[in-house]
């Protein structure tokens, strides 16, 4: 883990208003953050880019925004009242408290850490003529690695399976793990904790209704499908999108914002005819993976992991992971729901919820893929993949956010070069043709060079000049982010330079 370069991102992310610990003042609430302005634009920024890339770019996919609270049957109908849970497990000493399988789940990355060490080792040592598939086929530490992840790993999945918690308890002592804060083995049973929270709607104490803050978007697409279907005269297959807040009362939120309790998610329902779900299944995989690696992130930071255990309902199902500073973690998942929650809902609310193909004149429940990824996550993806400390010469250093430009939250940045000879007044002429198309930030303080770091602090992709030339032959200087070049450009040509610059238009389009 790159315990010290996460730390840096988190206090740089406060320091330059991305993110700040909800009701600071007040010491805090756990797991609960504030997004300050530039955090703001850049979630907006990409919600954008994920909206775009599925309602815009797709015929058949359309919008919805379902309130938070939803009937209290609707989580009766899909599960979560009465399974969905975490196993919880206590350390007595430190009396902190921990998700059994995640302790597991981190004794196996331990695990895998060590494979990947003794790889690191053979690749140095045999150069290149190594085999890795051969290495990893062969070589004794790894085997023997490897035989505990998988033993581990049935263990893990059986008990989970079965639900039987003593099981789950005594892995945790085979494996010998201990409590991080307190070192000691001194566990206390492991219990089921529903994650949902829940409050009261309605006026007297008697008549109150118990109500969830939903744990995820997805239930309000289901109940929403037919009056979607019908009103937008929709046909199968056919998708509904939605942004929303989601609410986990989750029993350990570390992690900064890649575990929050409050948190908002980027789901998209795709209904498809019985029996094709395999074929939109993999569609969604490969565009999902096609839509991360058009960030320019990395694609080696992205990968799949298919899901060991399915959940009841689904008959397919894996997550795109991203390599975070504490290493690989899921950031999406996709999953082929079945006609699970369709029917359950029908069985529930006693309504039809059919599709009628008019081609075959059938009626069925169509089934479900859904593509769900945690916005917060993607925050952070983006925020840690484009934190860059940089030496310059002269030994100085800057910190540099390269964000992709479209997702930049300042896009440019226009300074006079002094704050005299009219240069602030031409520059505010120069704000005004582009402030529309862009969001744009004007600063007359400090040395040209102080103002060029803040601009490179927040990511903004370029910064405009005006200088004394400018008055002579209206042309500015431009200055790119990355590079530190600067070109001259006529103020005239500068909205369709800008344009091309920093529209997303030009990666949305290979998505097609
Ligand atoms: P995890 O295993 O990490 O708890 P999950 O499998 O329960 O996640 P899903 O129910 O599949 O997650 O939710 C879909 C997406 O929502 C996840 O891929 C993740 O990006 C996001 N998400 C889930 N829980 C949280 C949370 N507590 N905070 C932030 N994002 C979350």
């Not at 060590?114 to 690191?120: G, W």
């Not at 201990?178 to 829940?198: A, I």
């Not at 060991?308 to 729901?337: M, Q, T, V, W």
């Amino acid at each position: 883990m790159q315990e010290a370069l996460f730390k840096n991102i988190i206090a740089h992310a406060k320091e330059y208003g991305f993110i700040f610990q909800s009701s600071e003042i007040y010491d805090g609430l756990s797991a609960v953050y504030d997004y300050g302005q530039n955090g703001v634009e850049l979630k907006e920024n990409i919600k954008k880019y994920w909206w775009d890339s599925l309602v815009r770019l797709h015929d058949n996919i359309v919008g919805l925004d379902s309130a938070i609270f939803m009937h209290p049957k609707t989580w009766e109908a899909s599960g979560h009242v009465a399974a969905f849970n975490d196993p919880l497990i206590d350390n007595r000493d430190s009396k902190k408290r921990y998700r059994a399988d995640v302790l597991l789940e981190e004794y196996i990355a331990r695990l895998e850490s060590r494979i990947e060490k003794e790889v690191a080792k053979g690749k140095k040592r045999f150069g290149d003529n190594f085999d890795q598939d051969q290495f990893l086929a062969t070589n004794p530490n790894v085997l023997r690695e490897q035989a505990k992840i998988d033993k581990v790993n049935e263990r893990m999945f059986k008990a989970l399976g079965e639900d039987n918690l003593e099981e789950l308890r005594q892995l945790i002592l085979d494996c010998d793990i201990v409590c991080p804060v307190s070192g000691t083995r001194n566990w206390t049973e492991v219990r089921q904790f529903n994650l949902m929270f829940s409050t009261q709607m309605g006026s007297t104490h008697e008549g109150a209704l118990q109500i969830f803050l939903r744990p995820e978007t997805a239930q309000g697409m289901f109940v929403n499908f037919l009056n979607v279907q019908k009103s937008g005269r929709m046909k199968v297959p056919f998708g509904i999108a939605q942004i929303g807040k989601a609410f986990r009362n989750e029993i350990v939120a570390r992690q900064f914002i890649f575990r929050m309790r409050e948190f908002e998610q980027m789901e998209m329902q795709y209904f498809v005819k019985p029996g094709e779900e395999m074929k939109w299944y993999e569609y969604w995989k490969e565009l999902r993976m096609c839509w991360h690696r058009s960030l320019g992130l990395g694609d080696e930071k992205f990968r799949f992991k298919d899901h060991e255990k399915l959940a009841h309902y689904a008959n397919a199902a894996c997550d795109i992971e991203f390599l975070f500073p504490f290493g690989f973690r899921e950031l999406e998942g996709i999953h082929s729901r079945t006609d699970y929650d369709l029917a359950r809902h029908e069985e529930y609310s006693g309504r039809k919820l059919r599709y009628f193909d008019p081609e075959t004149n059938e009626r069925y429940i169509p089934y479900v893929v859904e593509t769900s990824i945690g916005l917060d996550r993607m925050f952070l993806a983006v925020l840690s993949a484009s934190y860059t400390q940089e030496k310059l010469e002269g030994g100085e250093t800057r910190i540099v956010m390269k964000f992709p430009p479209w997702l930049a939250p300042v896009k440019l940045a226009v300074f006079p070069l002094v704050n005299k000879d009219g240069l602030p007044q031409i520059a505010q002429e120069v704000l005004s043709k582009v402030r529309l198309d862009h969001y744009c930030l004007y600063d007359e303080k400090d040395s040209i060079g102080r103002r060029y770091r803040r601009m490179d602090a927040i990511g903004t992709p370029f910064c405009i000049t005006i200088d004394h030339q400018t008055k002579e032959d209206q042309t500015v200087t431009l200055r790119d982010r990355d590079t530190m070049l600067q070109e001259r450009v006529s103020i005239e040509e500068l909205p369709k330079i800008l344009d091309n610059k920093l529209n997303s238009k030009q990666w949305l389009q290979k998505l097609t």
